[in-house]
């Protein structure tokens, strides 16, 4: 069927095809914005996915990226998509809000890094999407901007922090989206709609100019609907940034070259997560079935187990606590009312543990990731657990408002995702089935550092595995 | 040391804890908590004791907390390098 025809729907393409059809002159960018433009607007009421949408703006850069075509100059498979960010990424001259009352909306003079690498391979910036309040929450739950609902069942949780990405995405109006994940904020409401989320390595993708909930776990990574669409934009934003000294002297191999072969060879173990979690008994059965497909393509699955998962959930929790606390402080006693009651009572912690068991987390924190790297990784390049233990909670059960909840809901929900941003290893998490209310369950694909190539592999592996 | 002791005890150091900080937030730290401070207590108490526990045995005189980047780099997987690690 010719792409012009009418039952062709270009929002629902991959970002490939997509990328093709704009390419040879099938779609213009221009029209493919306008698109996710109406649908952003027409979704808005019942997903609450944007915290602004720029229209006029986003139909410039489309234009633009056409004028470029059209006189034969291709800026690569990103040029004239239209994308979306969490809105904790600096714009020059747009108002961040950080899904946040407390700080003074603020006017950036430059872009976030990740922003001004998508803007010189020619993507499309169609608004800022919603978060959970200073990127800070796993639920997708904003007292000020109010929550953004799931895209498969709004009366449940969207998944946070970057909910909005998630649900821009899954809901269809975008392609792909950045989000951040300092303990599970991209991993979970990737999981949460179905989609494939990557939390890079720490250092592999500049954080300058993304606002921070922990300098030292924080990391940028993309949310998209497949693997090469993830790989896509990953290529496009990693890598060194002189502006960032935390991000890695590593070069960056071709994620969507590498996705036909980075994972041969792989070999695959089974986390046993038993110690920190119990995981519901649909999660259990899904998973179970996930590894019998990763089994089958990939060989002999064992099952490995780490003492020390309990120790990195901690550390990485203190970490977070800490560092926030440190940002906070000043703007949580200038304006304490502006901050929600889960926001305020999860950094204020930070304020009191003593400074020595937030430097003792740092100091061993190179010994536990070589003994995670010479303990179950020894003989393993992937390991497999689920993202979230239970089934996709609604926004009634989750509600992190309510007094003395807020520990035990983050807690429950970041118990799979958060010792590995503490270790700074990559993650990406994807579907691996539908639970008894037809809600998506994900299962994490944990690598070694800077192994994203490898996680994007197996993942376009065993997608199209499954789809069989 | 028995259960009922130990439930004293802890008990005891939730209290101490709570007590402190009520004492300590407005002046050290400027803020009034907006929680409730024996759950703020309990918090504190079980990151305090858990990274403690975690940490110990495990410090030794020369490390530092910039050696977890030369971890990562060492620790990097060898497919990107077209080989198998």
């Known amino acids: 069927m010719s792409l012009s025809q009418a039952r062709y729907e270009p929002l629902s393409q991959s970002l490939a095809d997509v990328s093709q059809a704009l390419r040879i002159g099938d779609v213009t960018s221009e029209s493919l914005t306008k698109m996710a433009l109406d649908k952003a607007a027409s979704l808005q009421p019942k997903l609450n996915a944007f915290i602004e949408i720029w229209g006029e703006n986003a139909l410039e850069q489309a234009r633009a990226c056409d004028r470029e075509l059209s006189a034969g100059s291709w800026r690569g498979p990103l040029h004239g998509v239209p994308l979306a960010h969490k809105d904790c990424f600096e714009h020059v001259g747009r108002a961040m809000t950080v899904g946040s009352q407390a700080t003074p909306h603020m006017l950036p003079n430059r872009n976030a890094t990740v922003i001004e690498r998508l803007n010189q391979a020619g993507a499309v910036d169609i608004g800022a999407l919603n978060l959970s309040e200073m990127v800070a929450g796993p639920t997708g739950q904003n007292p000020y901007f109010g929550d953004c609902c799931n895209a498969l069942d709004t009366a449940r949780i969207s998944g946070g922090s970057s909910s909005g990405s998630a649900v821009a995405v899954a809901s269809g109006v975008v392609f792909g989206s950045l989000g951040s994940d300092t303990g599970g904020s991209i991993r979970l409401p990737a999981a949460m709609n179905g989609l494939i989320g990557l939390k890079p390595t720490y250092g592999r993708v500049s954080r300058t100019g993304c606002f921070p909930r922990a300098f030292s776990l924080d990391c940028v990574g993309p949310l998209a609907r497949s693997a090469q669409d993830c790989a896509y934009i990953l290529q496009a934003v990693a890598g060194q940034d002189s502006r960032d000294p935390s991000t890695l002297a590593a070069s960056v191999p071709d994620y969507v070259g590498g996705l036909d072969w980075m994972a041969d060879g792989s070999r695959v173990a089974v986390l046993d997560v038993s110690a920190i979690t119990d995981c519901d008994a649909q999660i259990d059965s899904a998973f179970a079935d996930f590894a019998s497909r990763a089994e089958s393509c990939f060989g002999s699955i064992v099952t490995v187990a780490s003492s020390d998962l309990s120790a990195c959930y901690v550390m990485g929790d203190i970490i977070s606590k800490v560092e926030a606390a440190t940002l906070h402080g000043q703007w949580m006693r200038a304006n304490p009312d502006h901050y929600s009651l889960a926001v305020y009572s999860r950094t204020e912690p930070g304020l009191h543990v003593a400074a020595v068991r937030y430097l003792e987390s740092l100091t061993v924190r190179a010994k536990l990731l070589k003994a995670w790297l010479d303990g179950p990784m020894a003989n393993a390049d992937v390991l497999l657990c689920p993202t979230v233990p239970v089934p996709v909670p609604s926004r009634l059960e989750a509600d992190m408002e309510k007094a003395g909840r807020v520990f035990d809901i983050v807690s429950n929900i970041t118990r799979l995702t958060r010792p590995f941003n503490y270790l700074g290893v990559p993650v990406l998490t994807m579907p691996m089935g539908r639970d008894s209310a037809g809600m998506p369950m994900g299962v994490q694909l944990i690598g070694r550092p800077l192994g994203e190539g490898r996680l994007l592999s197996m993942a376009h592996v065993l997608s199209s595995f499954s789809r069989k | ?85």
């Open chain 2, 1 to 85: 040391m028995t259960a009922v002791n130990e439930d004293a005890s802890r008990v005891s150091l939730l209290d101490n804890v709570r007590i402190a900080i009520e004492g300590t937030a407005e002046c050290l730290h400027g803020i009034v908590s907006r929680a409730s401070t024996a759950e703020v207590a309990k918090e504190v108490v079980r990151l305090n004791n858990e990274v403690r526990n975690g940490a110990a045995g495990r410090i030794g005189p020369f490390d530092q907390p910039l050696d977890f980047f030369g971890a990562l780099l060492s620790g990097a997987d060898l497919t990107n390098e077209g080989r198998q690690s």
